[in-house]
């Protein structure tokens, strides 16, 4: 299972850099690192935003909807896990 992770409104891939800061608590990390989980307060954003100074787009989408390839994968293992 290849797993990538881009904008699916633009197609911008974050390089791992500290991008993104918790609405919740302030912490800036990378949110793909922890899946979306704040690693300070373990607030768990359901959006992420596409940056647009890193050269995103500025749109927001759904945070699973980052992860390229997720349905293939989750596919692939249920039919292996049904044999």
């Given at each position: 299972?290849?797993?990538?992770?881009?904008?699916?409104?633009?197609?911008?891939?974050?390089?791992?850099?500290?991008?993104?800061?918790?609405?919740?608590?302030?912490?800036?990390?990378?949110?793909?690192?922890?899946?979306?989980?704040?690693?300070r307060c373990n607030f768990e954003h359901?959006?992420?935003?596409?940056?647009?100074?890193?050269?995103?787009?500025?749109?927001?989408?759904p945070h699973l909807d980052w992860y390229?390839?997720?349905?293939?994968?989750?596919?692939?293992?249920?039919?292996?896990?049904?044999?």
């Amino acid at each position: 299972m290849e797993l990538k992770v881009c904008c699916p409104q633009c197609g911008w891939k974050p390089g791992g850099e500290p991008y993104w800061t918790c609405q919740s608590c302030g912490y800036e990390w990378d949110v793909f690192s922890t899946a979306g989980r704040c690693p300070r307060c373990n607030f768990e954003h359901q959006d992420t935003e596409c940056i647009e100074w890193a050269g995103g787009c500025d749109e927001v989408s759904p945070h699973l909807d980052w992860y390229q390839g997720l349905d293939e994968g989750l596919e692939e293992i249920n039919i292996l896990k049904d044999n």
